[in-house]
């Protein structure tokens, strides 16, 4: 049996300074995303970041970049530190899902 290869994209966001100098800063999430990919076996094709973009709606420019990357490509998952980095909207999550 061959081992199959897993591809992915990292998405990674913060809407605010205060949190871009916390604990959900940019590179924290990405290392973060890396560090499961790797774990899991997934090779990751892509990363995405938007900095200082709010999750209440999708009108994102990397958001917007990944969605349309992932339906032109093979992608098996999208790698999110937590949900809300994605969306904060469940009606904007489970259309991303759709």
Known sequence: MENEIKSAVIYTRVSTEDQAKKDLSLPY???????FAKKEGYTVLE???DPGKSGRNAQRPALQSMLHYVTESH????IVYKQD?????????????D
């Open 75 to 78: 992608v098996d998952a999208v």
């Open 85 to 97: 980095r994605l969306s904060r909207s469940q009606a904007d999550f489970w259309g991303m899902i």
């Open 47 to 49: 990363e995405f970041e």
């Open 29 to 35: 999430q990405l290392a973060q995303c890396q560090e």
